[in-house]
Each structure stands twice: as C-alpha cells, then as structure tokens.
C-alpha cells in the first residue's frame, strides 16, 4: 500500500496540474477515512481542485447526506456539519479542533497531516501507510 | 535504353557542398547545444557553491552557539528563534526561495526548526512536520555531505540544497534551501536567442537543401523530356549530341534506318496512322536491341542506333533482325492492317571517321544505297574489310616500330622575322618502316588512335621532348590533338613527365591541332588552363582553316597562332590570302598573340610576311624537318 501511494504521489506529481495532483490526494485521502469507494463529500465553501476534478468522490450539497466535510474555511460552518468528520485544506485549519486531518500545500509541496486523538475520537483507523502523516 | 545523363561537375560540387553545409550547420548547432548546458551546468554550480559557503558560515554559527541543545534552545527561547530566523533569512538572496531548517525527531519524521518564509500560507510552523518529497534529506543525514536535487515536479522550484549541520561529525539539522525556477528562467532566457539564432539557421539550411534538391530534380526531369522525342518515346537528336560531348564511338556500330515508302503511308492514311506506324516500328527496333545499345529518332522516319561493342557478324545480325522484326509486324490500323519495311545502312567503325557527321556520312551512304538497291535491305561499308584490316596491319606495324626504337622526332626550325634567328624547333613525329623510309604521321596515326598504343607513342614524343630541352637551350613545339587534351591519360603524361621541371615546361609549346569542331569549350578552357598554369606556352595550330578559327580567341588564353599553311602558299600573288593573313596576324598583335607563318617555301612567300609583320616563319626554304638541329636557317 505504501508504495502504492508512494508510486501514485509520484506518478501524479510528474503528469498532472497541481489541481489534478491534489484531486488525486483528496480522493485517496477522503477514501482511506470514509473507506468508501465514492464517498459523498460535502465541501465548505469550494475547493476548486476537487469541484473540477471529482474523481470518485460524490459531491452533495447538504451535509446531511456526506460522509465527510471538506473545508477551504473553518468559518460559518453548517450546524449540521459539526457532527460530521471535517478534514481541511490548510494547515492553519487544524487549529479547530474537529478537524481530524489537513492536506496542503506548502512550499510547493503536498503536505497530509493527521492528529491521532481526533481520529481515534471519529474511531477511524487508517491504512498503516497513512502512520506517517499521523500526528499524537 | 535507359541510359543516366551525364552529370557535371558544377552539380557534383553543389550536391556535396550543400548537404555538408547542412550537417556543419546542424553541426555547429548541436554544439552549441552542448555547450550551452555546460554553461548551464558551470552557471547553476557557481549559484549553489555560492549559497553553500553562506550555508556553511550559518551552520558553523548554530552549531558553536548551541551545541547538542539546538532544538531544545530555539524551543524555548521565542526571542532566540526570531533572531536566528531573521538571520537566516538574510541569507535568501533573490535566487532562493525557501530557506529552512529541519531536524529529524525519534520517530524519524522531518521536522521544522526555522523557517524563513514570508507568506504566511506557505510558512510552517516551529516543530511543524515536514513530508520530504525526495530523499535528500535522509542522505543528508546518513551521507553527511551536501545533497542536491533538480525538482523536476515542483513547478515553482529549480534545485533544492540539503545542507547537513554537524557536529563531531554528528548530523544535528538540515539546512534546506529552494532555489526558485525564476532563477532557471533567467538563464535559459538569457541563452536562448543565440540558440534560437542556430537552430533557425539549421533549419533553413535543411529548406534550403530540400529546396535545391527538388530544383535540381526538376532540373534533371525537364532536361530528360527535353531529349525524349514525345511520340516514340525515344531519344531524339539533341540527346545525341549531348551524349556525344562527353562519350566516343569508340565500342559503337553505327546504323541508319529509315522506313520505306513512309511518305505514302501519311499521304493514303493520315498522319494520325503515320505515327501509329512510327512507334510500332521504334517498338519492333526495340526489341530487336539490347538495352546498352542506344536507339535515337534522328529525323521524320529516320533511326540511328548506336549498337554497343559487337563483332562486326553480329552487328549485320542484328541488323538484318531489325529488319525481319519491321517486316514482319503487322500494323494495326482502323481499317487494315499495315506492313511496313525498313532500310538500313551500316557503319561498322564510326570511330574511325574524322567526326560524328562523318561516321554518320558513312551510314547514310549505306542506307541511300539501300534504297537504291530497292529498298528493305541492309547495306554495309564496302570500306570495313579494308579499314579492319589495314587498321589491324598498323596497329602492329607501330607497336613493333616502338619495340625496335623505330619511332623518332624531327625538328624543324621556326626562325624569328625580327632577328633571323631560330627561335624554336618544332618536334615532328616520325615511325622509320622496316626499309628505313619514313611514314608520315598521318598514314598510322588514326589507326592507333583510340588505343593503348597512341598513348605508348605519346610517352616516347614527350620523353623526346624531355631529352632534347635538356641538352640544349633553345624552345621547342610538341603537337598534341585536341583529344589528347580531353584524354586524361595523355594529360597526365605531359603533366607527370614534365612534374619536377618547371624551367623545361617554360621552353615547351603544346601546338593544339583539331580535325573537328570543339564544341565544349569549357572543358578544353580548363584544360588549357591547367597546362598553362604549369608554365607551358600554348599554340593553335594551322590557324584559318578548317575549325580554327577566331573563337579560340574569344574561349582560350592562347599565346601563339600558327597561320595554316594554305594561307600562306601564293600570298604573293593571292590577295585573299594576303588579306586573311593580314587580318589575322593584325587582329593576333591586338590581343598579344604571337605569329607564325607555316609552310614558308619561297622568298617572295617570305618578303609578304615579313611586310605583314609575322613573328615567326615555318617552312621548307627556313629548313626542313630534320633528325638533325639546323641552327642557321635562311632569311635573308
């Protein structure tokens, strides 16, 4: 699995746009979490990247109905969500402390960024490929 | 039949010199190429090794400041960490974009000591994980050197530097700089007009070439269809010509062919049947030929094939095979069927005739007699018996004379009208019969022309040559004919012979003699060129009659003109003589050309040139031709 993510990183971060490249790691994050093949995500407020390149990925527009909320602000989020698993996109949204988990980019690189306790809160247990994304 | 054309040497030098002008350009062009990215390379090591001695001074910094206890000072010494953040920072430059510092934690992850970085977006955080793309780092740490790595899927970067902190050789941190693609961009840019100048030169060379070739091309393909008569398909006149400029009939037989009656065929049936009738009977000579022989439409309904290298038996063959082939094809018409004959005439040895409308003469002959003998008949030269014969009996007769030291050369004395003194003798070629008696040139020199022997007899005449100027001082004239000019092997025999004497070739004069027209002056233009570039003096001989005459003067750099004897006979008592000769010798004083009067046999002869101011006289009454020097000629 580990070189599998490690061959698609790579494979992706040589062929496509930054927007297809973060696409790709969406889906393959948000998959892992929800260990769903086309998981329905609600996004807050728009994440291009993955808006124009879904992937597997069922976007829905109320949060009721998603498995898992993307975040592009931590700001005037839906009540509904708050029960809902939220994964950001900036580093700076980890500093709610719902969010379980954040990929970014930062000087020019993907970064994945898990915390331990906020997903043992969400009792999710990743693929031991993700232990190095994984924070205590 | 399909025989290539000949291709000049104009073309030769083009077809080479331009695809090598190409491949140098292309050349050139990939070298600079080469050269181009070891600039580059030289260029981008100058920038790091740059940025990694200032790496290096910070490092050396950290590490005396702090010690083992880096991350645990900087961690709790906020003031400590903006300090050192900033000076960090200073070391950026417009070439980095990212400057950092990471250490790696227990569990082996990579994680952020400084940050230099501005935007608050892409700035990490103190203890903040970092997610190596590479593996730089990790070598980093295990190599303990400096890594560098081209970020080739990180659009906004170029090359990131991992430069390790040590202490006791103990790797405490990395340095990690990313240095922007800006930077790449800015020299690529700065290179790349040059490299855009060479390629589009390149590539208008390889234009050029495919252009030229294909000019070239149609060049080759209009000059073909210019010798292809276009209603038999076969080569016309013009391609003889052509063909003959630069080839002898040396290993041809000559035919003519004309159809019988053929003038009927057109006045009962039309001319639309007459030249169905003509490309039936090109198809059955056609195939009555091989494909080295070459078929020529010479006139309306007149043939002329050259048959390649056959026994006289076997010419007459495939003659009367022609003939049976025509005859017994039937033509196919719209409303009968035509039965066309055909008369040939045959010349067995063109290359013996004196030129080409000669040997085709010949022919002619055989074919009018032909039609006089009623028609669908082959006729042959009465002569050929004769000429093989004699031609064989010569053949031999010379070789032997060369084999028993036969062959000799006589000198004649040509003597200035200024001073009355010899000036030069002219070599004259002898061959001593088993009698003793002396044949004259002329009675075996065209039959061992075109053969192995005409070139041994031209050795002897230069090694006499040889001798005789170096024994004694004065000049001398040696013949040569105009095909020995156009013949490499005789040209490398003077040039050769003559190879390590120049001060000899200064007292040598070639008399070019000529029985037919030049008609590629050009080529005898170099020729004469070249021989005179080596110092030999140049003469046309028997100037004013026959084919020489005043356009050697407008083509060739000539420095002396010997007036045919047949002027000079009676110019006492012939005004038109008198007049030819004065013009010519007045015409040759303009352009610089010396004179000589040939066949001078009388005083009255000798007094009219003298009055028409004649450099030389030549001729019986100054003395005649001698094995032995006559040094004190007449000329009173």
């Known amino acids: 699995m580990i070189k599998l993510i490690a061959a698609f990183l790579l494979i992706i971060n040589v062929y496509a746009s930054d927007d297809k490249k973060a696409s790709g790691i969406f ?10 093949e086309n998981p329905r995500v609600y996004i807050h407020t728009n994440i291009y990247s993955i808006e124009q390149y879904p992937g597997d990925i069922n976007i829905v527009t109320d949060c009721n109905k998603a498995d898992i909320a993307l975040l592009s602000t931590t700001k005037n989020l839906p009540p509904e969500c708050n029960k809902k698993i939220l994964f950001g996109s900036r580093y700076s949204h980890l500093k709610n402390p719902n969010v379980i988990g954040s990929f970014f980019w930062q000087k020019g690189r993907p970064n994945i960024l898990f915390y331990k306790q906020r997903l043992k809160k969400h009792n999710i247990k990743l693929n031991p490929s993700f232990d190095k994304y994984i924070e205590d | 039949m399909n025989r290539s054309f000949k291709i000049g040497r104009n073309f030769v030098i083009f ?62 010494n906020p003031d400590l960490y903006k300090h050192y953040e900033e000076e960090l920072s200073l070391l950026k430059g417009a070439e980095i974009k990212y400057l950092y510092l990471l250490y790696k934690d227990e569990e082996n992850k990579f994680r952020y000591l400084l940050d230099t970085t501005e935007n608050i977006d892409d700035k990490a955080e103190f203890n903040q994980k970092f997610d190596p793309q590479t593996d730089i780092w990790e070598k980093s740490y295990s190599d303990k050197k400096l890594q560098v790595t081209k970020q080739l899927d990180l659009q906004t970067l170029w090359i990131t530097v991992a430069y390790p902190v040590k202490i006791d050789d103990k790797v405490i941190a990395v340095l990690g700089a990313d240095f922007t693609y800006d930077v790449y961009e800015k020299i690529v840019n700065t290179l790349k007009p040059m490299e855009k100048i060479y390629l589009y030169v390149s590539i208008f060379m390889i234009i050029m070439l495919i252009v030229a070739y294909i000019l070239i091309y149609l060049y080759y393909v209009n000059r073909k269809r210019s010798f292809i008569d276009p209603l038999t398909k076969i080569y016309n006149r013009q391609y003889l010509n052509e063909y003959l400029k630069t080839s002898s009939l040396e290993h041809y037989q000559l035919m003519m062919i004309d159809l019988d009656h053929f003038k009927q ?52 063959t495939i003659a009367e095979r022609i003939r049976n082939s025509v005859m017994t094809h039937k033509i196919d018409t719209v409303n009968k069927h035509i039965v066309m004959t055909i008369s040939i005439g045959v010349n067995p040895f063109p290359f013996y005739a004196k030129n080409f409308d000669e040997a085709i003469k010949i022919a002619d002959e055989q074919l009018y007699n032909a039609k006089v003998s009623g028609r669908n008949c082959v006729k042959v030269s009465q002569e050929v018996n ?14 032997s004379a060369i084999d028993e030291n036969r062959i000799l050369c006589a000198y004649q004395p ?43 007899i031209t050795k002897i005449v230069i090694d006499f040559a040889l001798k005789t100027l170096k024994e004694n001082s004065f000049e001398l004239s040696m013949n040569l004919d105009l095909q020995d000019i156009l013949n490499d092997d005789i040209m490398n025999l003077v040039k050769n012979g003559f190879a390590e004497y120049p001060e000899l070739r200064k007292r040598l004069t070639i008399e070019i003699l000529e029985h037919e027209e030049i008609t590629n002056f050009d080529i005898i233009k170099e020729r004469i060129d070249s021989l005179k570039e080596l110092g030999f003096k140049i003469a046309i001989d028997d100037f004013g009659s026959g084919y020489a005459n005043f356009q050697y003067l407008l083509y060739l750099d000539i420095d ?77």
């Open chain 2, 265 to 316: 065929i057109n006045d009962n049936y039309g001319h639309d049947v007459g030249d169905k009738v003509l490309i039936s009977v090109v198809e059955q000579i056609k195939k009555s030929i091989r494909q080295e022989d070459i078929l020529v439409r010479f006139g309306g309904e007149e043939f002329l094939v050259l048959i390649h290298k056959q026994t006289l038996e076997t010419c007459l």
């Open chain 1, 27 to 36: 889906n393959l994050i948000l998959k892992e979490i929800t260990k769903k």
């Open chain 2, 414 to 456: 040509i003597v200035s009208t200024h001073n009355a003194q010899t000036q030069k003798y002219e070599m004259l070629l002898r061959l001593l019969d088993t009698q003793g008696s002396i044949v004259p040139p002329l009675e075996f020199l065209p039959a061992i022309r075109h053969t192995n022997v005409y070139i041994n």
């Open chain 2, 15 to 76: 077809a080479i010199l331009l695809p090598l002008m190409t491949l140098l350009s292309i050349f050139i062009y990939s070298e600079y190429v080469k050269t181009k990215d070891t600039v580059f390379t030289i260029i981008q090591e100058h920038l790091i090794n740059e940025k990694v001695s200032l790496l290096k001074n910070y490092s050396s910094k950290l590490t005396q400041r702090f010690g083992n206890n880096l991350q645990e000072t900087l961690h709790n």
């Open chain 2, 386 to 399: 004769k000429s093989q014969s004699q031609t064989s009996k010569r053949i031999g007769d010379v070789k």
């Open chain 2, 560 to 636: 002396i003109l010997k007036i045919d004897g047949s002027l000079i006979r009676d110019i006492n008592t012939n005004k038109n003589s008198y007049h030819i000769v004065e013009t010519i010798g007045s015409f040759a004083k303009k352009m610089g050309i010396k004179t000589v009067a040939e066949q001078v046999e009388t005083m009255n002869e000798l007094k009219v040139i003298k009055s028409l101011n004649i450099d030389y006289v030549q001729g019986y009454l100054l003395g005649k031709p001698s094995f032995e020097f006559d040094t004190n000629p007449t000329l009173q």
